[in-house]
């Protein structure tokens, strides 16, 4: 009950965040009227003088445990927000707004990973969790209006990052959603993102591996021109050895089976180099990095080395 107080007195309504800009996090409510059933919560730091252009900076809440209780995401993504993570880290450095959605991940619903955004989760077809990546990218539609009678205007595009869970989530968000992303970063991705190919091998990939249901889930062939001008940092820590592949919530035993065949059973270093390998013979603009010294976290210089990424990305003339 102590932590719940502690998270209400930080979090403003919107009317008052509006009045005293000074109130740097603000929860905005479900709306299912505008295409959203779970709440979201919005960072907005000092605009930095001579800072890049605005852009809202999107990381997904990833509480790493299920829980049927939604206060519980909701406090982690309330510190996600506000005092930890890549994206918190990368606002303040940039001046940037951040959203960070407070997604659910229910116990009650087996090997349904929604802070992954997995297929189970890709797959629901009805009740509050149908297609949480398009209410997420109703909650930005959301924000960048808000953002704008802040006088905090933003591109109609998003930066989108995340660690772990919402690493994977940022991945696949960028694959579902080509056309939104101007730029995407993400790391401790246990060796393997998807990879934008329909099979290799003679074997099918479908999602969250790869392309060959991806009309089929989205409704729309696979944009690959747009994809394939997106910047891309992904990064992992040469001591990290959390494999989420290993385990059922994460990959079922087919999705895990093919990941071993085609990529390697052992994450560091095999199987993180067998897809930078696929992304090489593809030509994409996907930067790969591996962090020595390092396991399953961040620390100072990756925060640093992601907004700067993302300062590089934003400040670059775009290519149409």
């Known amino acids: 009950m102590r932590t719940c107080g502690a998270i209400t007195s930080i979090l403003v309504s919107f009317a008052v965040f509006r009045a005293a800009i000074a109130a740097e996090l603000v929860e905005m409510p479900a709306d299912s009227q505008k295409g959203f059933e779970f709440p979201y919560l919005l960072f907005v730091p000092k605009q930095v003088e001579g800072g890049p252009p605005q852009y809202l900076l999107i990381e997904t809440n990833n509480t790493g445990i299920p829980d ?14 506000k005092d930890s993570g890549v994206g918190n880290a990368v606002a303040n450095h940039l001046g940037i707004p951040l959203l960070v959605p407070v997604f659910p991940r229910p116990k009650s619903i087996e090997n349904v990973y929604t802070h992954m955004l997995d297929r189970d989760t890709i797959l629901i077809r009805e009740g509050p969790l149908r297609r949480i990546d398009l209410q997420l ?3 930005a539609h959301d924000a960048k209006h808000r953002l704008a009678d802040l006088g905090r205007p933003v591109s109609d595009k998003v930066l989108i990052t995340g660690f772990s869970a919402s690493g994977k989530f940022a991945n696949h968000f960028t694959f579902l959603h080509p056309e939104l992303v101007a ?8 060796g393997f993102i998807m990879v934008p190919l329909q099979e290799m091998r003679s074997e ?10 991806y009309e089929q889930i989205t409704g729309r062939p696979f944009d690959r021109a747009t994809y394939s001008r997106i910047p891309q940092f992904a990064y992992m820590g040469e001591q990290d050895d959390n494999d989420a592949v290993l385990y059922d919530d994460g990959y079922p ?4 089976s093919l990941i071993f065949k085609l990529f390697g059973r052992k994450m560091m270093p095999d199987r993180w180099e067998a897809v930078q390998a696929v992304y090489r013979e593809q030509k994409l603009p996907v930067q790969f990095k591996t962090y020595s010294a390092i396991g399953h976290g961040t620390d100072r210089r990756i925060n640093a080395d992601v907004a700067d990424f993302f300062r590089r990305v ?3 003339p775009r290519k149409t």
Do not use: K, T
């Open 68 to 81: 049927d209780n939604l206060e519980v995401h909701r406090a982690a993504a309330v510190r996600a927000a």
């Open 137 to 139: 990218v109703a909650m």
């Open 314 to 316: 934003i400040q670059q």
């Open 204 to 213: 099918r990939l479908e999602f969250p591996l790869g392309l060959s249901d």
């Open 183 to 190: 730029a995407a970063a993400y790391g401790g991705l246990n």
């Open 253 to 256: 035993e087919p999705e895990r």
